[in-house]
């Protein structure tokens, strides 16, 4: 049974840093792509980013490009999110998942294995 786990969110103040970690087991975890993705009240779960297998390419929310980083270490078969310069609308639950295949991708649809979401709140 596959069921990558959450960690590391938390209550932070706009400008503010979170670094986001993921561990998954229960599948060969260096040869699929892992993904990002966040959901605020009342809204649909949405695409953050995607790093492919190797974690060599990387794939991000036009919207969070060059405050969000995707990486992963796959000797720890853990995926992390950095997030800087956070701002009340990062608020959601941020959900780590596996893809089915090897390469990053934004879509839901291509990720079969969801884990359970960590909560991050941003105060202004």
């Known amino acids: 049974q596959v069921q990558p786990v959450e960690s590391g969110g938390g209550l932070v103040q706009a400008g503010g840093s979170l670094r986001l970690s993921c561990a998954a087991s229960?599948?060969?975890?260096?040869?699929?792509?892992m993904g990002w993705f966040r959901q605020a009240p009342g809204k649909e779960r949405e695409f953050v980013a995607s790093?492919?297998?190797?974690?060599?390419?990387?794939y991000y929310a036009d919207s969070l490009k060059g405050r969000f980083t995707i990486s992963r270490d796959n000797a720890k078969i853990t995926v992390y999110l950095q997030m800087n310069s956070l701002k009340p609308e990062d608020t959601a639950v941020y959900y780590c998942?596996?893809?089915?295949?090897?390469?990053?991708?934004?879509?839901?649809?291509?990720?079969?294995?969801w884990g359970q979401g960590t909560q991050v709140t941003v105060y202004s």
């Open positions: 998942a596996l893809s089915k295949g090897p390469m990053e991708t934004p879509r839901l649809s291509d990720y079969d294995y």
């Open positions: 229960g599948r060969t975890f260096s040869t699929y792509a």
């Open positions: 790093i492919s297998w190797s974690g060599g390419r990387s």
